[in-house]
């Protein structure tokens, strides 16, 4: 949700969402960095398969 809404604020204010006197620009890079954190949705979805898996097998 925060990414998708962080992203549509940087559309919207085109060039002046990645200056620094915008909060944009600040909160673009906060959710650029927990994406990173968490890994991101390929890993999810290497944990479902990998449950998926174990699962059919036990």
Do not use: P
């Amino acid at each position: 949700m925060v990414i998708s809404v962080t992203n549509k604020a940087m559309e919207l204010m085109g060039s002046y969402g990645y200056i620094c006197d915008y909060h944009v620009e600040k909160r673009w890079r906060d959710v650029k960095e927990v994406q990173l954190w968490l890994g991101g949705a390929q890993f999810g979805r290497f944990d479902v398969v990998r449950g998926y898996y174990l699962y059919r097998t036990a």
